[in-house]
């Protein structure tokens, strides 16, 4: 049953008299933490006091107060929950009621999300069943309208998200923007259909948040004046610098395809770390587990001489702040009982999460919580998306030369390797396609790769940034085709073909993008699987899946091969 407006506002008022008598000290809290050491926000100091929280919300500091529960806090540090500025969820592999399993122990609370690699495979319905996913976790998930689907022309995406798709989600519960816009050259050029975004989101006073890696002078004067607000993709201090002179916020990532921290942490030694935040961006299953999330920026950024409040406020109050959450981020009346007991700044272990003021996670342990479900049409829909027709060794067959694609070694862009007409395993080349995996054109776009290493059969994924089609390279053709057509029959995934035979595979049935399976699980099949790749003759600086993903992403120079081609993405034409 909807509540009525009169039973609504009754039911707030009731909490809001509460609060206030708590706050007082007119009533007891329902939970005090006695004798805390919390970081201060708004002075950048450490206070001490107790902390009472009613309800949900923080009621007040200092006191004394007293709770139906108390907790000494003698000797603890009480922080307020962290926050991820911007991930894409899809890219931990599991789904996010495991993301959040995998980051509440290490004190993430609120993270912003941009859904566009479901939606690149499933439109708006993809978009809907993250919606769905998330609602109700025992961590709070916000959402960004993917602005780029597909990432550009030259994609061929399972759907077509223009400004008429997304403006009707902007009046969804959670949804809190536009996220990055990729297509800064549309942008900067003044594009009707691209600024159309911008200013259905500034309509809504949503946050507009960038990505453009590279761009200055005019140019970056031009998409920072067409409204965007933010940018992740600041790999050195002049980039970055450029960008707050002009009044943009820094989202400073360290995530697991880019780590900017060491470049930028310099911004967090003066006043511009008022207008930094902290942000993953993309986080694999093996960096969950082995290094954490939030925790371990802060902790890094410590470790190079950032003040450890400074560190907590980019971790937390500076994000919220950014995003207008105005009662998040913060040790202070009014706000969400979002709060970490933490032991010290030196071992900074985090001892307990608690969301809305109740304990969630206890020294490592998420306590149980109903895993939501989205609905089964989005559920059926989301296990099938994978259609490709059987494949022979012949669609893999060319007859000229192609473009070569040369890695870059600890690099995703890539550097123009020339041309070649055929494998060559002597010199490193071997050949790759993109195939359309969503049910639309068929097609195959063929090129070479050189620097990836493989000595003989294939590795095949349906995790291709952003379109996710189906990729495969491979040490021969009829290797490629048999991995491509294992691929479909699984139903999207990742996998290594040697001799005909599938020798690893990770299956990832939701949307080709995310498994069933627990974090760990999947963390150990994924590793497996690398072995196996590595084992023939893959290159041990890379990654033979999460590198090969990027190869497919025609918005970072210099070529990728799309399933048209070779794409030359400084050039913005095929080679």
Excluded at 69 to 98: C, Q, Y
Excluded at 257 to 282: E, I, Q, S, V, W
Excluded at 313 to 326: E, T
Aim: proline residues 5%.
């Amino acid at each position: 049953m909807v509540e009525s407006r009169e039973v609504k506002t009754a039911r707030r008022l009731a909490r809001k008299e509460k609060l206030v008598a708590v706050a007082a000290g007119r009533e007891p809290a329902d939970l005090v933490f006695k004798n805390a050491t919390y970081v201060n926000v708004f002075c950048s100091t450490l206070d001490r006091g107790d902390v009472a929280v009613s309800d949900r919300l923080i009621a007040g500091m200092g006191g004394p107060y007293h709770g139906r529960v108390e907790i000494d806090m003698t000797g603890k540090l009480l922080l307020p929950g962290f926050f991820d500025a911007h991930i894409h969820l899809e890219s931990s592999m599991v789904r996010p009621a495991e993301f959040a399993r995998a980051v509440l122990p290490h004190g993430t609370t609120t993270v912003v999300t941009d859904p566009h690699e479901i939606a690149n495979v499933l439109g708006v319905h993809g978009i809907e069943y993250m919606l769905q996913a998330t609602e109700g976790l025992p961590m709070d998930v916000r959402f960004m309208l993917p602005s780029c689907v597909p990432a550009t022309p030259w994609d061929e995406s399972g759907a077509v998200l223009d400004a008429d798709a997304l403006r009707p989600l902007y009046g969804r519960k959670h949804v809190e923007g536009l996220a990055e816009m990729m297509d800064f050259v549309s942008v900067a050029n003044g594009d009707p259909a691209v600024l159309r975004k911008i200013v259905d989101a500034q309509n809504e006073h949503r946050r507009i948040d960038g990505h453009a890696p590279g761009l200055s002078g005019y140019d970056l004067s031009a998409y920072i004046a067409a409204g965007v607000y933010s940018d992740h993709e600041c790999s050195d201090l002049e980039g970055a610098l450029a960008r707050l002179s002009r009044g943009q916020y820094i989202m400073i990532r360290e995530g697991t395809a880019a780590r900017n921290l060491d470049a930028l942490a310099d911004l967090l030694k003066g006043p511009t770390h008022t207008y930094c935040m902290f942000c993953t961006d993309d986080k694999h299953p093996s960096d969950l587990l082995e290094l954490g999330h939030i925790d371990y920026i802060l902790k890094r950024a410590i470790a190079l001489g950032v003040d450890p409040i400074i560190a907590v406020k980019c971790a937390s109050h500076h994000a919220a702040r950014y995003f207008k959450l105005n009662n998040r981020g913060a040790v202070a009346p009014g706000f969400l009982a979002d709060l970490l007991v933490v032991d010290d700044f030196d071992h900074f272990t985090i001892e307990q999460v608690y969301r809305k003021g109740v304990l969630v996670c206890d020294h490592g342990e998420v306590l149980p919580f109903d895993e939501p479900q989205p609905a089964e049409y989005l559920a059926r829909h989301a296990h099938d998306t994978v259609h490709v027709r059987r494949l022979s060794a012949a669609d893999f067959a060319c007859a000229g030369p192609l473009g070569v694609v040369e890695m870059v070694p600890g690099e995703i862009v890539s550097a123009d390797g020339g041309k070649a007409d055929h494998i060559d395993l002597g010199t490193d080349t071997l050949k790759i396609a993109v195939i359309e995996r969503h049910g639309g054109s068929g097609n195959i776009g063929l090129g070479y790769l050189r620097g990836y290493g493989l000595k003989s059969g294939a590795v095949a994924a349906t995790v291709a940034h952003d379109s996710h089609n189906l990729i495969v390279v491979g040490a021969d053709e009829q290797s490629m085709a048999d991995a491509a057509n294992r691929c479909a029959e699984m139903g999207g995934g990742l996998l290594v073909m040697e001799g005909g035979r599938s020798r690893a595979e990770v299956a990832l049935p939701i949307a080709g993008l995310m498994s069933e399976l627990p974090l760990r699980a999947l963390n150990e099949q994924l590793e497996s699987a690398k072995e196996v790749a590595f084992g023939l003759g893959v290159n041990r600086g890379i990654d033979p899946f999460m590198t090969l993903s990027f190869m497919a992403l025609p918005v970072i120079p210099t070529l990728r091969v799309t399933t048209r081609g070779v794409f030359d993405v400084s050039r913005q034409a095929y080679v």
